[in-house]
């Protein structure tokens, strides 16, 4: 029998994490926030119904697992796309599964619960981040595409296209928001959610 979810969040290292925040915070402000989010993203997804991976070739993330109590899935090489591709092997095993990016500020538990409603019941679920990304894209049907970079939200609607693999799209700030430059950031100072009162920084003079 298959197992119902299967959650997946690349992650490249802590070395030099939100690297376009640097005139902004500091390397261990960065390490802070990086791991603050996907502790977020984890605590969100976290269901019994679920298995969570965080997916790096990083053996500090390895570690950071073992914190999370999530599972580890080490790949071959340093490649965004490659990596989840390699990763996608896992999704014959599932119902249905999701990778979500590790920037995405204001996910909660009633938003992930939702979307995993939806990758049950559709095809493939996307949206798409300002800069026409994917922050998060999930689904029931076998998928291992992946383009995730400048425009691949473009590029991943074009393949479904091809494909005839329908999707659907959310439109939600929780889904589409994420803190890449310093501009997002000073947008997150102004609307913080409840998991970053524990972050012992934030001073809007550094924006």
């Known amino acids: 029998m298959k197992k119902k979810i299967l959650i997946g969040v690349p992650i490249k290292d802590f070395l030099n994490p939100m690297s376009r925040l640097k005139d902004t915070l500091n390397l261990q402000e960065r390490i802070q926030l990086q791991k603050a989010l996907i502790k977020n993203i984890t605590s969100s997804f976290k269901n ?6 965080l997916i790096s070739n ?4 390895e570690t950071f ?6 599972n580890f899935f080490k790949t071959s090489q340093k490649d965004l796309n490659s990596e989840v ?5 896992l999704f014959s095993d599932y119902k249905a599964w999701t990778i979500c990016h590790a920037d995405l500020p204001y996910i909660n538990k009633f938003i992930a619960n939702m979307f ?5 019941e559709n095809q493939i679920v996307i949206s798409n981040s300002k800069d026409n990304g994917t922050p998060i894209i999930g689904g029931c049907v076998s998928f291992n595409n992946f383009k995730f970079g400048k425009n691949s939200f473009l590029q991943h609607k074009e393949i479904f296209i091809q494909n005839n693999i ?17 501009s997002d950031y000073g947008e997150f100072l102004n609307l913080k959610p409840r998991w970053s009162k524990k972050l012992m920084f934030s001073s ?3 924006i």
Request: charged letters at 35%; one cysteine or more.
């Open 116 to 120: 995993c409603i939806e990758i049950l």
């Open 58 to 61: 990083d053996n500090d993330i």
């Open 85 to 89: 591709i390699e990763f996608s092997n």
């Open 65 to 70: 697992t073992d914190e999370l109590k999530v």
């Open 166 to 182: 329908q999707y659907a799209q959310l439109f939600s700030k929780e889904l589409s928001f994420e803190i890449d430059n310093p």
């Open 48 to 53: 019994e119904n679920r298995d969570i991976f």
């Open 204 to 206: 809007p003079d550094r």
